[in-house]
């Protein structure tokens, strides 16, 4: 399953802007299609609403055996559910999608808001910084929809497979990101009432879709609202080194699953100089043979007003 990366730097890169359909064109680029030297994910986009470009439309991961094929529905028309306008876009999960915005389950509830996808802070043609990390059945999504310099400034999210603790869990699918208009980090807000974080299934395979809890690893913050602010020194003086730790996904007091792709930082990265927005290294010890991408945006402080994370760009996504 190999990792790829694009940036909105890539040549040949579409445009994220607050115009209505540009993030289906972004997904569609990375997910289906390819764009420049850039090829795509392995994802098809089953259903639009006839548009060209599209501004509603599913994408499906690849196939795999004994598991489902999962939909993201994206609804970039500029009128979601929340009252937004054209900088926005809402999104949902589904299983067994049979059209458009119709199948067996949506998660979040079809008749609910989805999750909110902040694309610029203005509605207009200005271009927006964007990088999506991600496999054949999942992804992670950084979109820098504002300028300034605070935790406001850009979002992270998710949609595809989570790791499962459960050898027969094959419903281990989340949408994972932002639940207000405001401009907040999306996944990368250590406050879950401001995350939408979904699964269409439990572990035992009852019906969903079903909330669950994102368990940062101790030490990730200090009090702050935004990852990026460990507890431990950077670099760690007996080692000289950094260390990172993967996110567990708690549902009704069990271990479901762990996050793939997306690794929290024990230390306080906010404040520290050498570590940079779209900074690259690899992994040591327990994590040789792993790459990395620096996602970091805010003010430079050791408050909530700075984010700071790495996303995986090896292909080791699902390697425990």
Same mark, same amino acid.
């Given at each position: 399953m190999p +990792?790829?990366?694009?940036?909105?730097?890539?040549p040949?890169?579409p445009t994220?802007?607050?115009?209505?359909?540009?993030?289906i064109?972004?997904l569609?680029?990375?997910?289906?299609?390819?764009f420049?030297?850039n090829?795509?994910?392995?994802?098809?986009?089953p259903y639009?609403?006839?548009?060209?470009?599209?501004?509603?439309?599913?994408?499906?991961?690849?196939?795999?055996?004994?598991?489902g094929?999962?939909?993201?529905?994206?609804?970039?028309?500029?009128s979601?559910?929340?009252?937004?306008d054209?900088?926005?876009?809402e999104?949902?999960?589904?299983?067994?999608?049979?059209?458009?915005a119709?199948?067996?389950l949506?998660?979040?509830?079809?008749?609910?808001?989805?999750?909110?996808?902040?694309?610029?802070a +203005?509605?207009?043609a200005?271009?927006?910084?964007?990088?999506?990390?991600g496999?054949d059945?999942?992804f992670i !999504?950084?979109?820098?929809?504002?300028?300034g310099?605070?935790?406001?400034?850009?979002?992270?999210?998710?949609?595809g497979?989570i =790791?499962?603790?459960g050898?027969?869990?094959v $419903?281990?699918?989340?949408?994972?990101?932002g639940?207000?208009l405001?401009?907040?980090?999306?996944?990368?807000?250590l406050?879950?009432?401001?995350?939408v974080?979904?699964?269409p299934?439990?572990?035992?395979?009852?019906?969903?879709p079903v909330? !669950?809890?994102r368990? $940062?690893?101790?030490g990730?913050? +200090?009090?702050?609202y935004?990852?990026?602010?460990?507890?431990?020194?950077?670099?760690?003086?007996?080692?000289?080194?950094?260390y990172?730790?993967?996110?567990?996904? =708690?549902q009704?007091?069990h271990l479901r699953?762990?996050?793939?792709?997306?690794w929290?930082?024990l230390h306080n990265?906010?404040?520290?100089?050498?570590?940079?927005?779209w900074?690259?290294f690899?992994?040591a010890?327990?994590?040789?043979?792993r790459?990395?991408?620096?996602?970091?945006?805010?003010t430079?402080?050791?408050g909530?007003?700075?984010?700071? !994370?790495? =996303?995986?760009t090896s292909?080791?996504?699902?390697?425990l």
């Open positions: +990792t790829r990366m694009y940036k909105s730097t890539d040949g890169a994220l802007r607050g115009q209505v359909g540009s993030l064109s972004v569609r680029a990375c997910l289906v299609d390819g420049g030297s090829p795509p994910l392995g994802w098809s986009m639009t609403d006839g548009n060209n470009p599209p501004l509603r439309a599913h994408f499906r991961q690849a196939p795999k055996t004994g598991w094929q999962y939909d993201l529905e994206v609804k970039d028309d500029g979601t559910s929340l009252g937004a054209a900088s926005f876009a999104a949902w999960g589904w299983a067994g999608a049979t059209g458009l119709a199948g067996d949506a998660f979040p509830v079809r008749t609910a808001e989805g999750m909110v996808h902040r694309k610029s +203005t509605t207009n200005t271009a927006r910084r964007w990088m999506l990390v496999t059945r999942s !999504f950084v979109a820098y929809h504002a300028s310099g605070d935790w406001a400034a850009a979002e992270a999210w998710f949609f497979d =790791i499962p603790v050898p027969t869990d $419903w281990a699918v989340a949408l994972l990101g639940n207000r405001q401009h907040f980090p999306g996944m990368a807000d406050l879950d009432t401001r995350v974080a979904v699964l299934y439990t572990f035992q395979g009852a019906t969903g909330p !669950f809890n368990v $940062w690893p101790a990730v913050s +200090t009090g702050d935004s990852v990026g602010n460990g507890s431990f020194v950077y670099p760690n003086g007996p080692d000289g080194r950094g990172i730790e993967r996110v567990l996904v =708690i009704s007091g699953a762990v996050l793939p792709g997306f929290a930082p990265w906010k404040s520290a100089s050498n570590i940079l927005d900074q690259t690899d992994g010890g327990d994590l040789a043979g790459s990395f991408i620096v996602a970091k945006w805010g430079g402080g050791t909530h007003g700075t984010v700071a !994370f790495c =996303i995986e292909d080791t996504w699902y390697v």
